[in-house]
């Protein structure tokens, strides 16, 4: 069975960082791209990047309001992917999730997801 | 970027209802479009992929369609644990982006 666990949230103060890690099992990590995703509250679900498995290059992309700041990395000899958070804004505060990438025959879809780690950047 | 528009955000209806939700894309995404249910606190589900693949486990009163810039997702029959938050997600490009949610709501 595919899982995917999130760990590392908790209550920063804004200006700090954070590092946040998905542990994952159930299938070859190594040449699976992850995934980080965030929900704030009461607003929508938010993709905020990936890094790609080695054998499709290995590299990170970044949403926008992110980029700069976060840093997605990964460890394939533990099977787990990284979100480091510099620079914390009040506005990260939010519900993130790590989800596997699939891809299909002229499609890719994300799944299955993790539960999330709350993530609380107040002073 | 490519922009998801999503319709309703909001939806009241009732059990047995049939519910339409439609997305739409700024520009051609042929078929990279997936349909997840959110319920708060919990890990997103995905409902369909390739816009109209039903994901295995889902029950078929859920079906999609749709391809370029136009698509929809239906529930035929509602059930009382389809009332969530659904959401449609492009995956051409990066940054792949959302729709702003359709939140169902029970009458």
């Known amino acids: 069975e595919v899982q995917l666990v999130e760990s590392g949230g908790g209550l920063v103060q804004p200006g700090r960082s954070l590092r946040l890690s998905c542990t994952t099992s159930?299938?070859?990590?190594?040449?699976?791209?992850i995934s980080w995703f965030r929900q704030a509250p009461e607003k929508g679900l938010e993709w905020l990047g990936v890094?790609?498995?080695?054998?499709?290059?290995?590299?990170?992309e970044y949403a926008a309001s992110v980029k700069g700041r976060f840093t997605i990395s990964r460890d394939d000899s533990k099977s787990v992917a990284y979100l480091q958070m510099d620079s914390l804004k009040t506005e990260d505060t939010a519900l993130y999730h790590c989800?596997?990438?699939?891809?299909?025959?002229?499609?890719?879809?994300?799944?299955?997801w993790g539960q999330g780690t709350l993530v609380t950047v107040s002073s | 970027d490519i922009q998801m528009t999503q319709s309703p955000s909001s939806l009241s209806a009732s059990v047995g209802d049939r519910v339409i939700i439609t997305c739409r894309a700024s520009?051609?995404?042929?078929?990279?479009l997936n349909w997840y249910q959110h319920k708060p606190g919990k890990a997103p589900k995905l409902l369909m992929y390739?816009?109209?693949s039903l994901q295995n486990g889902v029950p078929s009163r859920f079906s999609g369609s749709g391809s370029g810039t136009d698509f929809t997702l239906i529930i035929s029959s509602l059930q009382p644990e389809d009332f969530a938050t659904y959401y449609c997600?492009?995956?051409?490009?990066?940054?792949?982006?959302f729709g702003q949610g359709t939140k169902l709501e029970i009458k």
């Open positions: 520009q051609n995404i042929n078929n990279y």
């Open positions: 989800s596997t990438h699939i891809t299909g025959p002229g499609s890719r879809w994300f799944d299955p």
């Open positions: 890094v790609r498995a080695k054998p499709y290059g290995g590299a990170s």
């Open positions: 159930g299938f070859i990590f190594a040449e699976t791209s």
């Open positions: 390739t816009a109209s």
């Open positions: 997600l492009q995956t051409k490009n990066t940054p792949h982006t």
